[in-house]
Structures are given as structure tokens and as C-alpha cells.
């Protein structure tokens, strides 16, 4: 059973440049939530997507947006990058966002981000 | 909105030596907590979790006990192993189901 991936692994950009980052959350999973670690930080909640929507999120600007699939993989797509976005993304799976059960999420490795 | 605190790092100990790593939320309600771990070149795992007051979660050796008197969470090992050196973080999660860091513990244990 495969367990949350995500690509690419690593990414250089420039500032002002677009970004796109890939999520496939593990498998029986219809829920996927963005967080941004930067260096020697906790993970920072950016947003959650479950069937298809946009249900929660942090305290990030407009830059920040997402996608959901029907085959509940996820994007996270960054504009304008600016050098603080340099950071680890990492995409976490869980099962019933829609429901009133708390369920573990799964973390994928994450993408380096590296904004020149 | 939710927030975590948790002890300072890095922290440095002998293999067997006797781990505390001290966490304490502030939370609207009553949040669920949760100890995660990131062994070097690993994605985050959770470690444990406790979704109530007095609750205890344990796994590996790790235990710790959801206290809604003293809003904490201190994470404790009697017998470190040099395995166990990894960055732990505290978290809570609320209704709103997104997860709220601490800022993480360095933990290097020497043989």
C-alpha cells in the first residue's frame, strides 16, 4: 500500500515565478491538508481540500491555492514566489473530513522549495 | 485559534538517560494532542496521540497524558536509545481538524 507521495522532491525558482506541487494521498484517503515548514520551524496549516473543496484555511495570502481531483489527489499552487516561501511543503492524507471522526494524517517525504 | 508551546531544543542525552519534553497548548474547546516525529532524511510520523483529558497515549517506549488542568502534554521516555535521536513536535488539532506546531525538539542521544 503506498503511502502519500509527492513531486517533485526538490524545485528551484526565482522570484516572481509560479509553482505547481503534487500530492497523491494514500490510498482509501478523501482528504488532503497543506502545511509549509520552513527551516527548523513546525509545520505551518495552509489549507485542506475534501471532495473537491476548499473546507479550511491558515493564515496564508491569495498566493496560496489548491486543487482537488475526483481521485481526491491534490495540488498546491504558489504565484509571485518570494524568497520566504523557500521551505519544505509537505501534504498530509486523512480519511472523513466529512464526518465527526478525528482520523491520524499520513505525511508524504514533501517537496523542497527554493526560491532565488 | 489554537496554539502549542513546547521545550526549547536541541537537547542532548546519554543512551538510557530519562527524556521530558515539555508541551503545553492554549485551545478554544478541547482539542485532540497528538506528539509527531521526524527521524532524519524521514517524513513527520505520529509517535502518539491522547483525544481527551487524562488520556494517555504511548507507543515505543514514549509516553504522555493529556492534562486539561495544566493544559500540557510533556512527552517522557525512561531509557533513551540512540534510535530515538529525531526531531519531535508537539500539535493540536481542533474541530476545524488542522494541526497546530510546536516548533519542534532537536533530541541527539550519545552512545
Known amino acids: 500500500d503506498a503511502g502519500v507521495t509527492q513531486s517533485p522532491t526538490h524545485l528551484i525558482k526565482t522570484r516572481g515565478q509560479q509553482v505547481t506541487l503534487r500530492c497523491s494521498p494514500k490510498?482509501?484517503?478523501?482528504?488532503v491538508s497543506w502545511y509549509q515548514q520552513a527551516l527548523g520551524q513546525g509545520p505551518q496549516f495552509i489549507f485542506q481540500?475534501?471532495?473537491?473543496?476548499?473546507?479550511q484555511r491558515g493564515n496564508f495570502p491569495d498566493r496560496f491555492s489548491g486543487h482537488q481531483f475526483p481521485n481526491y489527489s491534490s495540488e498546491l499552487n504558489v504565484n509571485a514566489l518570494e524568497l520566504d516561501d523557500s521551505a519544505l511543503y509537505l501534504c498530509?492524507?486523512?480519511?472523513?473530513?466529512?464526518?465527526?471522526?478525528?482520523?491520524?494524517?499520513?505525511f508524504g517525504p514533501g517537496t523542497r522549495l527554493t526560491v532565488l | 485559534g489554537n496554539s502549542v508551546t513546547q521545550m526549547e531544543g536541541p537537547v542532548t542525552l546519554s543512551e538510557e538517560a530519562f527524556l521530558t519534553i515539555n508541551c503545553t497548548y492554549t485551545?478554544?474547546?478541547?482539542?485532540?494532542l497528538f506528539w509527531y516525529v521526524q527521524y532524519p532524511g524521514e517524513g513527520l510520523q505520529l509517535l502518539l496521540k491522547?483525544?481527551?483529558?487524562?488520556d494517555k497515549g504511548s507507543n515505543k517506549g514514549f509516553e504522555a497524558t493529556y492534562r486539561k488542568e495544566t493544559t500540557s502534554f510533556h512527552l517522557e521516555k525512561g531509557s533513551v536509545q540512540v534510535s530515538d535521536s529525531a526531531v519531535y513536535f508537539c500539535?493540536?488539532?481542533?474541530?476545524?481538524?488542522?494541526?497546530?506546531f510546536g516548533s519542534g525538539t532537536q533530541l541527539t542521544v550519545l552512545p
Open positions: 498530509a492524507s486523512s480519511l472523513g473530513a466529512g464526518t465527526s471522526r478525528l482520523n491520524e494524517q499520513f
Open positions: 490510498s482509501g484517503h478523501d482528504t
Open positions: 481540500y475534501y471532495e473537491e473543496e476548499e473546507r
Open positions: 485551545a478554544t474547546g478541547y482539542p485532540s
Open positions: 491522547a483525544t481527551k483529558a487524562d
Open positions: 500539535v493540536s488539532s481542533g474541530s476545524a481538524r488542522q494541526l497546530t
